[in-house]
């Protein structure tokens, strides 16, 4: 794979004119040219970026990082991954963890994401590592600036620990609120929903989950045989406002009267009309905060 200087900045979080200047100062990064003068890097390249960011957020210094063979950041590195700090910043684990995905290294991402949920509990995990990981990659996805491998690699792995994570939890019983959680028919992408799942039964919600591509007669299905107190869905691929709207219009017959928290697109949610029960989520606070009660204490990053 090749990147450019912005997929750089989207991976490693390290603004464009900073790694211009790392370069220039330090010879951080050594990159290839087009044939028109631009930039472009190789996976070799981005590795070594995410590893000087890495040993950067530990407080080490860009000169003194760029000085050091591949042997001294190999060790510096693994001194940092296997001290169990709550002092360590989650930049770390964000660029550590890329580069894990990048290089399909699976015992080496599982070992590191394992750690921080050991640590952090895997609702601030999720919060501070995993959903930051996926915002970088998705804008990446988005252009086809990144291998479809990579994304698989990761989010599955990543599905795997929360699919862990909700089998822990005892299925409530009691008669408490029933939410419904979907996706629709053209959207395939659950991981946030996963999220919402293992939050919601975290704190004793009950929770009928469908998944992805789900059609609206099978939610007509569930509500002719169960009382649904909160509908929740993500939208997030691109799509006509006008077709959102329809969508959301044919979602809001089937529940005229039941809370529907929608959550995605930014884009298309601006822009269509929301009756007064459609919960617009802007953020995982916003989805935390729609919920009367709070997870068990976990300790943070």
């Avoid at 407080?59 to 169990?84: N, P, T």
């Avoid at 991981?191 to 929770?207: C, D, E, P, T, W």
Wanted: glycine residues 2%; hydrophobic residues 40%; aromatic residues 10%.
């Amino acid at each position: 794979m090749t990147y450019t200087i912005a997929d750089l900045e989207q991976l490693s979080g390290i603004q464009s004119h900073t790694i211009r200047i790392w370069e220039q100062r330090y010879n951080a990064l050594t990159p290839m040219r087009s044939e028109g003068n631009t930039r472009f890097y190789d996976d070799k390249q981005l590795v070594k970026l995410l590893n000087i960011v890495s040993l950067n957020q530990s407080g080490l210094k860009i000169s003194k990082i760029c000085k050091l063979s591949e042997a001294d950041v190999k060790r510096l590195l693994d001194k940092e991954y296997h001290q169990d700090s709550l002092d360590l910043q989650s930049e770390y684990y964000i660029t550590q963890l890329i580069k894990f995905g990048i290089d399909f290294d699976e015992k080496s991402f599982c070992s590191l994401l394992d750690q921080a949920i050991s640590i952090n509990g895997i609702s601030n995990t999720y919060k501070k590592i995993m959903y930051p990981i996926l915002v970088r990659l998705g804008f990446m996805w988005l252009k086809d600036d990144i291998c479809p491998a990579h994304e698989h690699f990761l989010t599955n792995i990543i599905r795997q620990k929360l699919f862990s994570a909700i089998d822990q939890i005892p299925i409530v019983e009691e008669d408490n609120n029933t939410w419904l959680l979907f996706l629709p028919e053209d959207e395939d992408h659950d991981i946030g929903l996963l999220y919402a799942n293992y939050f919601l039964r975290s704190v004793n919600q009950k929770v009928i989950f469908l998944g992805s591509k789900v059609p609206l007669s099978s939610l007509e299905k569930v509500l002719a045989t169960h009382k649904i107190d909160h509908v929740l869905l993500f939208m997030v691929k691109a799509r006509q406002i006008s077709y959102a709207q329809h969508y959301i219009d044919q979602l809001e017959a089937i529940f005229p009267s039941t809370p529907i928290h929608l959550a995605g697109n930014v884009n298309i949610f601006e822009k269509i009309r929301k009756s007064d029960h459609i919960n617009w989520i802007k953020s995982l606070n916003d989805f935390e905060n729609a919920i009367p009660t709070h997870l068990p204490h976990e300790r943070t990053v």
